[in-house]
T-cell receptor
Framework: GENVEQHPSTLSVQEGDSAVIKCTYS??????FPWYKQELGKGPQLIID?????GEKKDQRIAVTLNKTAKHFSLHITETQPEDSAVYFC??????????FGSGTRLLVRP | DGGITQSPKYLFRKEGQNVTLSCEQN?????MYWYRQDPGQGLRLIYY???????QKGDIAEGYSVSREKKESFPLTVTSAQKNPTAFYLC??????????????FGSGTRLTVV
C-alpha cells in the first residue's frame, strides 16, 4: 500500500524567510496530494492541493511542487508570518480514495 | 453553514468502558472517515465508509467499531478491547459526486483520555 514520508519533523525559521517541507510517496498510482495545516487542538485544514497532471500550483504565499518521476512533492511558504506557525501534514490519495498522511512537520516562525 | 461536527470535544473513559464518539456532517458527502492522532504523530485510519450501510476497516481497526445507518452520521465506538485508547480522534468526510474535488473536510476532533 501507499507510504508517505515527510521531512523535516520540525522547522524553525525567522519571520519573512521561506519554509520548505518535503514528502515522498511510494505508490506511483497515487494522483492527488493535499497539504493540511493543523493548529493546536483543532482539526486539519486543507491549505493547498495538487493533482498528478500538474507540476506546480501557487496560492498567494503558498506553493506546491510535484515530481511524479521521483515521487516527491514539496510545500513552499514564502514571507513567513508568526500565524504560519502550526503542524503541516502532507498526504497522498490511494486508489481507494483514502488519504495516507505523512508524520507531520512542526513549523515555528520566530518574530 | 455546512460543516462536520464532532462531539464531545473532551471525553474521559474508565478502564473497561465502551464510549461512543459522534460525527455529523451536513455537507451531503457520501464518504466518511475516522482517524486517530497520537502526540507528535501523523493520522492513522481506523475505519471508513464510502456509502450508507457499508464500511471498511482501516489500518488500526482493532478495538473499534462503527456504524453508518444515515448519510449524515458516522459514530465511532471505542471498546474495552482497545488497550491504548488515549488519543485525539478526527472525523472527516469527502464528496464523491464531483470527481474534481477529492479533498477531505475534517471535524475539530475529540480528545479521549482513559482515567
Amino acid at each position: 500500500g501507499e507510504n508517505v514520508e515527510q521531512h523535516p519533523s520540525t522547522l524553525s525559521v525567522q519571520e519573512g524567510d521561506s519554509a520548505v517541507i518535503k514528502c515522498t510517496y511510494s505508490d506511483s498510482a497515487s494522483n492527488y496530494f493535499p497539504w493540511y495545516k493543523q493548529e493546536l487542538g483543532k482539526g486539519p485544514q486543507l491549505i493547498i492541493d495538487i493533482r498528478s497532471n500538474v507540476g506546480e500550483k501557487k496560492d498567494q504565499r503558498i506553493a506546491v511542487t510535484l515530481n511524479k518521476t521521483a515521487k516527491h512533492f514539496s510545500l513552499h511558504i514564502t514571507e513567513t508570518q508568526p500565524e504560519d506557525s502550526a503542524v503541516y501534514f502532507c498526504a497522498a490519495m490511494d486508489s481507494s480514495y483514502k488519504l495516507i498522511f505523512g508524520s507531520g512537520t512542526r513549523l515555528l516562525v520566530r518574530p | 453553514d455546512g460543516g462536520i461536527t464532532q462531539s464531545p470535544k473532551y471525553l474521559f473513559r474508565k478502564e473497561g468502558q465502551n464510549v461512543t464518539l459522534s460525527c455529523e456532517q451536513n455537507l451531503n458527502h457520501d464518504a466518511m472517515y475516522w482517524y486517530r492522532q497520537d502526540p507528535g504523530q501523523g493520522l492513522r485510519l481506523i475505519y471508513y465508509s464510502q456509502i450508507v450501510n457499508d464500511f471498511q476497516k482501516g489500518d488500526i481497526a482493532e478495538g473499534y467499531s462503527v456504524s453508518r445507518e444515515k448519510k449524515e452520521s458516522f459514530p465511532l465506538t471505542v471498546t474495552s478491547a482497545q488497550k491504548n485508547p488515549t488519543a485525539f480522534y478526527l472525523c472527516a468526510s469527502r464528496g464523491t459526486h464531483n470527481l474534481a474535488n477529492y479533498g477531505y473536510t475534517f471535524g475539530s476532533g475529540t480528545r479521549l483520555t482513559v482515567v
